[in-house]
């Protein structure tokens, strides 16, 4: 028998209600990955300055965030699912630097003019940091 | 003093429970010399042999298989009464009640592919809820469900086509 008649013949095991229960067993997996494995996914921008709360602001719309500083204003930027330092009047611009933020538990910090971005969001990588 | 024996017949269905259920037994031996990747992941080969009893015998007979093998399995594997024996039992349980209510679809649409991609559904449902309740208080258990879910499609499918084949080969006897 060849290999094509072979599979062919398991295929006729299967019956049209069996091909169902196999789609929904495969979507089940799909939605119990997509819902579980979301974790790290972040869902607000924290900001703060000079130790304080600045704004939360929801990673759904795109916008820019000004935010004064005893140096300056500090740029923020927006965008559904990812936040980022845009300028920073920091002489080494670390924060600006580091680019977009998309995970959870993620944050630039720009330590001279007292800003910091943060997203937060359920499952982050990590929930504490010890030095 | 009388002296008494006690005789015990077995019918023609306890012989051939026991002859269903060695069969159950070995698969559920041999399985476990397979390594695997991730506990909790097996093939589960002895449900075929529930499958086909089922399919012939009916329910009661494929319960009588099923506890027998995880009963014996265990004793075999040094697992009884350990957590892996109250994983399996619980499975094998769960199974047993999807299975009694799933073999009153219609035939004609509804194979033994369905019954056993449902079993195994069945199967790592239960499984999970006493690891969760009993062995791991942490919802961190469920982390690993996509996982379970895929492996259990896969070999549902995998058992469904073997136990199919075989129930045609035995009808055709």
Known sequence: MSARAALADWLSLLRPGDWLVIAAG????????????????????VI????????????SARR????????????????????????????RQYCVRQGWLTQAGAVAICAPNQV??????????YDSLNY | M?????????????RRIARHAAAAIVLTVAEAAIPLPLPGVKPGLANIVTLIVLARWGWREAAWVALLRVLAGSL??????APGFFLSLSGALA??????????LPRRWFGPVSLSVFAAFAHIGAQLVVARLWLVPHDGVFYLTPVFAGAAVLFGVVNGLI????LRALSAR
């Open chain 2, 95 to 104: 199974s047993l009640v999807v299975l009694g209510l799933a073999m009153h």
């Open chain 2, 2 to 14: 009388t002296r008494s024996t006690i005789e015990l017949t077995p019918t023609a269905e306890d």
């Open chain 1, 26 to 45: 495969l979507l089940l997996c799909a939605y119990a990955g997509a819902t579980l494995w979301r974790g790290g996914a972040p869902d607000k921008a």
């Open chain 1, 48 to 59: 703060r300055a000079g130790g304080e709360l600045f704004g939360e602001y929801p990673l």
């Open chain 1, 64 to 91: 820019t965030v000004e935010v004064p500083g005893p140096l300056g204003v500090t740029l923020i930027e927006i965008e559904p699912g990812r936040a980022r330092v845009a300028a920073d009047p920091g002489p």
């Open chain 2, 163 to 166: 136990a199919a084949r075989l």
């Open chain 1, 116 to 125: 910091s971005l943060g997203l937060s969001g359920r499952g982050g990588q």
């Open chain 2, 76 to 81: 075999l594997l040094g697992q009884f009464l």
